[in-house]
DNA sequence: GATAAGATGTTA
DNA sequence: AACATCTTATCA
């Protein structure tokens, strides 16, 4: 067991993206420990009009130009937060939405950016952490990586600018992921 | 200070 | 297809 470094979030975010899949995210809270599997991502660039760095730095876009390896969470919708990692090359911006879990303990369901923030307990508090260090309330663990034929690559969801950028990624045939 | 839209999820 | 519900950005 052992957490990526620093060095793996700085490269290009799409990459990073389909490297998350596989990857084990780990949530210590209320003195239980709870992980799943990463099934589901999304990613996110300065170039890319839906993405919320694109107009620049704005005070809640901030954290995707701080340094790759810390998580950005954000409130959406007036009710749903949304769990992502920051990762770009050095100078740039970027984050990966997390969007589903495959859980290995008993977790609630997870298949989707709203509902895995609320089964795991990741809130606005846990902006900014480092997912780098296991002695974080969140972090992410190397776990098994995937053959290239089972990842599916396709639109993102629930966006109208950039929609024909085919940057969301998942596990084929993984029960877990959102919106089969 | 006001307003419109949003990386969603549930219900019908 | 509607709606719950509030932050953020973009105006004035």
């Not at 470094?5 to 420990?33: I, M, N, Q, S, W």
């Not at 620049?56 to 409130?75: D, N, Q, S, W």
Request: with cysteine; charged share 25%; aromatic share 10%.
């Amino acid at each position: 067991m052992s957490v990526m470094p620093h060095e793996f979030y700085k490269r290009d975010t799409v990459e990073v993206a389909k490297d998350l899949l596989g990857c084990k995210l780990v949530r210590k809270t209320e003195g239980k420990t709870l992980s799943g599997i990463i099934v589901e991502t999304e990613a996110y660039t300065q170039d890319d009009p839906a993405c919320h760095a694109y107009r620049g730095e704005t005070p809640r876009a901030a954290t995707l130009f701080k340094h790759p390896g810390i998580a950005y969470v954000y409130f959406i919708y007036g009710m749903y937060n949304c769990f992502n990692a920051v990762a770009h090359p050095e100078g740039k911006a970027g984050g990966i939405l997390i969007r589903a879990l495959e859980t290995v303990y008993a977790v609630k369901k997870t298949n989707g950016p709203g509902k895995l923030c609320k089964a795991l307990n990741i809130t606005r508090e846990l902006n900014e952490i480092d997912l780098t260090n296991p002695a974080s309330e969140l972090y992410l663990e190397i776990g098994e990586s995937v053959p290239e034929n089972k990842i599916i690559t396709t639109t993102r969801i629930g966006i109208k600018n950039g929609c024909d950028y085919l940057w969301r990624f998942y596990i084929k045939d993984n029960p877990y992921v959102s919106r089969k």
